[in-house]
T-cell receptor, first 112, second 112 residues
Framework: GDSVTQMEGPVTLSEEAFLTINCTYT??????LFWYVQYPGEGLQLLLK?????DKGSNKGFEATYRKETTSFHLEKGSVQVSDSAVYFC???????????FGAGTQVVVTP | NAGVTQTPKFQVLKTGQSMTLQCAQD?????MYWYRQDPGMGLRLIYY???????DKGEVPNGYNVSRLNKREFSLRLESAAPSQTSVYFC???????????FGPGTRLTVL
């Protein structure tokens, strides 16, 4: 079945460091891929998405490229801020009715 | 613009008690979803409703029932709560079957 694998956290960084969170997937068909972010005590917010191979999603300085050949959708940000501290979820969508398959989440902690 | 709202925000139940979690969206979305979030497990789909008048089981439906009251509202009912249902519950909605999902702020439920 479909699945998503994310790197385990927590990932601890200093402010202005480069962030990468690895995400790989297994799916039949041609999934859409998403990154969601969850700040403490809040619900999930859509961060970015890509719907086909080689698409690049971007938002708030974050980027991720849909790589079909390596079945990956790694999240990157060039210079993190303390306000980026959150849990990040990679997810894929393959079913026609919209079921999302989530990874386990990666906690990111950014220190001043 | 309220988006997706959930009530209550917090709830404590005793084993065997029943309760209903409420969810409403004001984005005119067709599809709605209920997830539970447990540490280290990401989000798991409980039930979903692809459109008004239809509901289907997700990955972990046992112990839950749902009602799609109208296009805006989708409720989740626990008939006889168990400690294993202690979790954070999120409602989500999406406009299209393969579109991005938008999440509510969550309900933190503790079953003693």
């Amino acid at each position: 079945g479909d699945s998503v694998t994310q790197m385990e956290g927590p990932v601890t960084l200093s402010e202005e460091a480069f962030l990468t969170i690895n995400c790989t997937y297994t799916a039949t068909g041609y999934p859409s891929l998403f990154w969601y972010v969850q700040y403490p005590g809040e619900g999930l917010q859509l961060l970015l998405k890509a719907t086909k191979a080689d698409d690049k999603g971007s938002n708030k300085g974050f980027e991720a490229t849909y790589r079909k050949e390596t079945t990956s959708f790694h999240l990157e940000k060039g210079s993190v801020q303390v306000s980026d501290s959150a849990v990040y979820f990679c997810a894929l969508l393959t079913d026609s009715w919209g079921k999302l398959q989530f990874g386990a989440g990666t906690q990111v902690v950014v220190t001043p | 613009n309220a988006g997706v709202t959930q009530t209550p925000k917090f709830q404590v139940l005793k084993t065997g008690q029943s309760m209903t979690l409420q969810c409403a969206q004001d984005m005119n979305h067709n599809s709605m979803y209920w997830y539970r979030q447990d540490p280290g497990m990401g989000l798991r789909l409980i039930y979903y409703s692809a459109s008004e008048g239809t509901t289907d089981k997700g990955e972990v439906p046992n112990g839950y029932n749902v009602s799609r009251l109208n296009k805006r509202e989708f409720s989740l009912r626990l008939e006889s709560a168990a400690p294993s249902q202690t979790s954070v519950y999120f409602c989500a909605s999406s406009a299209a079957e393969r579109g991005a999902q938008y999440f509510g702020p969550g309900t933190r439920l503790t079953v003693l």
